[in-house]
């Protein structure tokens, strides 16, 4: 059995603790500056207040600052803090880690660069060989994962990538259970890429929702599914064309790391309701400024720091604009506060 | 302009009646034997009663009597009788045109012989050449479409599929509204396998939410979304599979006609239905003896059509049956009153 670290007491890093403690492992969650209620809550009851579980027993909850503690003779160090989070993360791994320790990364982004972009782990293997001269394996897991249905130890199906495939086969082992069902695969852009788009992509699919409201009513009370249908094969399409692009494998865009996880991501959450904003009639900004003051929107967060880059990859024909109406429209809409118009004409069968 | 009579007067051919009569067509609404309350109904008011829309002024109803009239000088003819009606349909046809009258099929099923799965289009065209002497061009239409909403003039996107590509492309180009958005293609076979399958695996996706009700609460109300998402991934690549191996074009599977279409179809219907019940522990018959006594559940009436040909493909060899995991359990509960167990740790990432 594994000693397991997870550093960010969020939601979706506390749902790790299910796999992981039901396999038996030993597991320290280490909240973040901004976890610290999570993890006094933790400790006096077992209770996860966002997650609503009460997590195992055998987990050991830690505050931030005994991180130190908690990452003493782990071999595996799982990474649960937001994409805004990475920087903070990676400057106390290199703070912490006596060396090259594994690591497993649910933090979900792209680190943009001028014509690319690359994925978060590859960007953190990076900084961890250039900051402290290690040759860390940095893996991934990607959805489609719920994190309370996690918690509640439901039915959950995901893929962990590593460009060393036995690596991504040794963690899928390590925490599969009888409800967890992780995949092994080697297909680090398309994972990543699929991981953080299918929340940009899910704002699109909620447009549909949001824009029946301000429809005149139907005789019949007819939804707008039609419509959100179109949308979401496109968002499909344009996830496997991004990943080819980028380098990945199409067919990581069809499986569970894109489709799959673009249904569930469609189901619920702040990307849809953005997209119900958008579809309302509502710019970005308006709905920042009003209905979804203060929250964090990971796609519309991802949209916005890769525009630069993906705006050059079309100016300089690396991506085909006609090819991706639908990410040209978000990205007018989260970058330039225009109107969400979705272009059903230009849309591909 | 031209003169459409369409055959059918269910929800779907119906509500065909909006882009047909938007576009200034003429249309003439025939009903089968089963629709003669329909269309009286739109005889008095124009109210269709199962759409519960009222259809444009301009639409002709027919009665099935009537029918020679209807088609007569007509330069299309839709097909919008169910798939169980293929055959009277059939002979309709064969009593009343005069000549090839181009086709365009609505209904949607497979014709399945000992090894192998016939496109239903492929297989009107050959019946109309060997009773008629016909070279008729049957084409057809593949969703994703909830009737009700095309009805109401929802945004609807469609692919339209024809062996011969620039009839496909007529065809769309004819019906195109600003809600209405149709795609030509010549995928016949991958557009109707996925036309047809899309409700088959719809029931699959469905059972996570049937079985949800027979868990222990959890304390944070999860639902079982992740569990759905795994099984709507796997449909998508099993529906890529069959499409490939009956000689369709993959990407279809990815496209409108298959991910799209399997998205709409899981928002509602009753192969979701089913699926809920078999979710909760019914087998097929006890939920056809039950709460769907007297439903017509397409999805299950084509898997119990095309099992032998599958099985055979199987046995044979031409379907390798350890890649689709997701058909065998569904054929088992369709055909074999099996429990429908998802077989989770068999399915692909």
Request: charged share 20%; with cysteine; aromatic share 4%.
């Amino acid at each position: 059995m594994s000693v397991a670290a997870i550093l960010g007491a969020g939601v979706m890093g506390s749902a790790m603790c299910m796999p992981l403690a039901d396999r038996g492992h030993t597991v320290r969650l280490t909240g973040t500056h901004l976890d610290e209620m999570i993890i006094e809550s933790v400790r006096a009851n077992g209770l996860h207040p966002k997650l609503n579980v009460t997590l195992p027993k055998q987990i050991a909850p830690f505050q931030h600052v005994a991180f130190a503690e908690a990452a003493s003779g782990a071999d595996l160090i799982v990474l649960g803090v937001s994409s805004a989070g990475i920087g903070w993360a990676i400057d106390r791994l290199c703070d912490v880690l006596p060396g090259p320790v594994p690591i497993l990364m649910i933090t979900k982004g792209m680190h943009p660069q001028t014509d690319t972009l690359h994925a978060l782990p590859d960007y953190v293997e990076r900084e961890l060989k250039r900051r402290r001269g290690f040759d860390a394996k940095v893996s991934a897991i990607a959805g489609p994962c719920i994190a309370g249905e996690l918690g509640a130890r439901r039915h959950t199906g995901t893929v962990i990538v590593s460009r060393d495939m036995s690596e991504a086969q040794r963690l899928a082992e390590m925490l599969k259970t009888e409800y967890y069902h992780p995949r092994a695969s080697e297909d680090m852009m398309g994972v990543e890429l699929n991981a953080a788009f299918k929340n940009f992509f899910a704002i699109a699919v909620g447009w549909a929702a949001g824009r029946l409201e301000t429809l005149p009513p139907a005789e019949n009370r007819a939804f707008n599914h039609n419509a959100a249908a179109i949308v979401f094969s496109q968002a499909i399409k344009e996830l496997a064309m991004l990943t080819r692009a980028l380098g990945g494998r199409e067919d990581t865009a069809y499986g569970m790391p894109g489709a799959g996880d673009l249904y569930v991501t469609c189901m619920a959450g702040r990307n849809s309701r953005l997209g119900n904003n958008l579809g309302r009639g509502l710019t970005y900004k308006q709905t920042k400024d009003g209905p979804m003051k203060g929250d964090t929107i990971e796609g519309a967060e991802l949209g916005a720091a890769v525009a630069v880059s993906l705006r050059s990859m079309m100016d300089s024909g690396l991506l085909k604009q006609e090819e991706l109406p639908l990410t040209v429209a978000l990205l007018d809409a989260l970058t330039r506060d225009a109107p969400l118009d979705i272009p059903f004409a230009r849309l591909h069968p």
